[in-house]
RNA sequence: CGGGAAGUAGCACAACUUGGCAGUGCGCUUGGUUUGGGACCAAGAGGUUGCAGGUUCAAAUCCUGUCUUCCCGACCA
């Protein structure tokens, strides 16, 4: 591309509506624009960072032996309907309907498609297995866009979907996809870790997250400092080391914790509170069966541990009025002794000697209470690790990262299978569902996320398979004409071997040449100038500060070799 | 959906408190001087101040409504 008569800009300034480092350079280097909340156009430039990025997911995909198709977009609610997932989408799927009023959906997932698109195959067990896939842009009404491509309401996914005769086989189709994302990750140039996650509205047996390392990711990440041990937080399981404390239990005691409504406030009252509070949460299910959950000071309930313990599909902390007026207890004083409903209590508690409860009294705590003061219903494991737990899997220490989850495989079974009827005839004339697998990829998230972790003070830096264009010529003096035709002739001859070259041949200084090409990313600039009599010019990569002056005979060697090394 | 902030030239912002010619910087156009890390001088172009209504002799400014965007939270294969 020769910038003089092309469509090329970038912006000076800070974006105000972009607080994401990745969302602000994209935008200034013109690679994206914003059209509304969570809505962007790519630009052409940012379009080929784009395409580039497909094109390495399409080749591992291709070369684990899946097929690529391409599913509509505009889809029939009753698609949706036959796996009752019009409700379980509920607001997040955009609705419309058409002229004579039938109701559509723009596809946030293709799961139930992929399905009737096997069913054109599957007849017996010797169709099985194969596994198709597709890169097509997914629409989902997010409540809140955030963090340019990180969250955003249309965007482009590659999806794969397995098929196979029984669980064994999925394992031999899922470790294929499994190990085509690590390439494909490694390929990109991302940092990521993959861990266990939850399996959620998708269902099925087994969900494993990949995972790009930045501080705006938007989920937790647990990772042991000894051991190759990584899960999301939402499912880590917290592990104690039985440890009774060797205090002797004493008698329970009340005692006056004036306006001690907060922690900070319970802790001046009763300063052994900092370590032997544990606090009584009310908890409402889907059912609206009321329990008083039990944790120890500042652990964090995990809902979703919460849910499965208690068999129920949501809790939410109860309101209010119905704690102190139906349970005539006190938010700030709430205790398990003498409580009306059930009691569900964290396995850390179970460690605890003489702690800090409340006393279902305004004003009133008890101290030194001891497991045998109250009745539980439930223990089990219902909090968030905290940095300070043990590793589950070794005794290591637990470490927390923010990952931003780029790709994500899930063993699904048979739900779908089930639910629209894809069924297959095995070797004894028998029905069977067939057994799903998918496998999904946010394609703009990856290129998010690449930004977000290659970047520094003067704009992006690209991997060399990614960049929009692997070289630039930087020249010096347009008016030159010395300068000129060595820039052409080289622009010519690299671009006739196929290495995507930008020329920049604009009249403009050369600072703002070079400080667009830092800023838009491109690994290796050659700037032509006044040694170009002598047939030198000089050649810098974008992530170093060293310039080297290399002959102009010798350029195109050189950059081959380069290019040939990182273009994995 | 709850809480907060903001909408003024392509971009970033000022003027709003206390109503009185629509401003600044960057970018853009023209001319000149420059020319190796975002040049300088001069002259210009560019606006329905998000939208609708109200108060007033007079509204970017005050009031009401509405739309949009961003941030924190809730939510989220």
């Given at each position: ?28 280097a ?8 969570g809505?962007?156009?790519f ?41 009752n ?11 419309l ?17 992929f399905?009737i698109?096997?069913?054109c195959k599957?007849n ?13 842009t ?58 266990r996650?939850d ?57 006056l ?17 900092k ?7 009310i908890y409402k299910?889907a ?5 008083a ?15 499965k ?7 939410e ?7 102190e ?13 003498d ?6 209590m ?19 705590h ?19 690790v ?11 220490k637990?470490?927390?990262?923010k ?7 899930f063993?699904?079974?048979t ?55 692997k ?12 300068q ?5 002739h ?69 950059m ?9």
């Amino acid at each position: 591309m020769k910038l003089k008569n092309s469509y090329f800009y970038t912006i000076r300034e800070n974006i105000k509506d972009e607080d994401s480092v990745s969302g602000n350079l994209l935008v200034r280097a013109g690679m994206l624009k914003k059209t509304s909340s969570g809505i962007y156009m790519f630009m052409p430039l940012g379009y080929k960072v784009l395409e580039n990025i497909q094109k390495i997911i399409k080749e591992e995909m291709d070369n684990a032996g899946a097929s690529e198709l391409l599913m509509p977009a505009l889809i029939p609610a009753d698609v949706y309907a036959s796996s009752n997932r019009l409700e379980a989408f509920g607001k997040d799927m955009f609705r419309l309907n058409d002229r004579f009023d039938k109701k559509y959906c723009l596809g946030p997932t293709h799961e139930e498609l992929f399905t009737i698109a096997a069913k054109c195959k599957v007849n017996s067990y010797s169709d099985l297995p194969f596994t198709l896939y597709q890169i097509q842009t997914k629409f989902r009404d997010e409540p809140r866009p955030r963090y340019g491509l990180i969250r955003v309401r249309e965007f482009l996914m590659k999806d794969a979907y397995s098929f196979d005769k029984d669980e064994e086989s999925l394992d031999k189709s899922y470790t294929a996809m499994f190990n085509a994302y690590k390439k494909i990750f490694g390929r990109l140039g991302i940092d990521y870790k993959i861990v266990r996650s939850d399996v959620g509205a998708m269902g099925g047996s087994l969900s494993e997250e990949f995972q790009a390392i930045t501080d705006i990711g938007e989920d937790t990440l647990v990772l042991c400092d000894r051991c190759d041990f990584a899960s999301n937080m939402d499912v880590c399981e917290c592990v104690h080391i039985e440890d009774k404390s060797s205090e002797t239990p004493l008698e329970k005691d009340l005692v006056l914790t004036k306006d001690a409504y907060t922690r900070e406030k319970l802790i001046e009252c009763l300063p052994e509170a900092k370590t032997k509070e544990v606090k009584t949460l009310i908890y409402k299910t889907a059912e609206d069966k009321y329990y008083a959950v039990m944790l120890k000071e500042e652990s964090v309930v995990n809902e979703s541990k919460l849910c499965k313990l208690l068999n129920t599909t949501s809790v939410e902390l109860a309101e209010k009025e119905v704690v102190e007026k139906n349970l005539g207890t006190y938010i700030g004083f709430v205790g398990p002794i003498d409580l009306s409903i059930p009691v569900v209590m964290d396995n850390e508690v179970k460690n605890m000697v003489n702690f800090v409860v409340g006393a279902n009294k305004k004003d009133y705590h008890y101290k030194n209470v001891n497991l045998s003061d109250f009745e539980v219903a439930i223990t089990g494991d219902i909090r968030n690790v905290k940095e300070s737990d043990v590793c589950p899997k070794c005794e290591g220490k637990l470490t927390f990262k923010k990952g931003i989850e780029i790709g994500n495989t899930f063993k699904l079974g048979t739900k779908y299978s089930e639910s629209l009827d894809l069924m297959y005839q095995d070797s004894e004339n028998n029905l069977k569902p067939v057994v799903m697998g998918c496998y999904g990829i946010g394609v703009g998230r990856c290129l998010a996320s690449i930004v977000e972790q290659r970047n520094d003070e003067n704009g992006i830096i690209w991997p060399m398979n990614i960049a929009p264009y692997k070289v630039a010529i930087v020249v010096i003096d347009t008016l030159n004409v010395d300068q000129m035709d060595a820039a052409n002739h080289l622009y010519q001859e690299l671009t006739d071997l196929g290495i995507e070259t930008i020329l920049d041949d604009r009249d403009v200084r050369p600072g703002v040449k070079f400080n667009d090409m830092d800023l838009i990313g491109i690994p290796i600039r050659i700037t032509i100038g006044k040694k170009i009599v002598d047939h030198i010019v000089e050649m810098k990569r974008r992530n170093s500060d060293e310039v080297k002056e290399v002959s102009i005979f010798d350029v195109v060697y050189n950059m081959q070799d380069i290019i040939e090394e990182e273009n994995i």
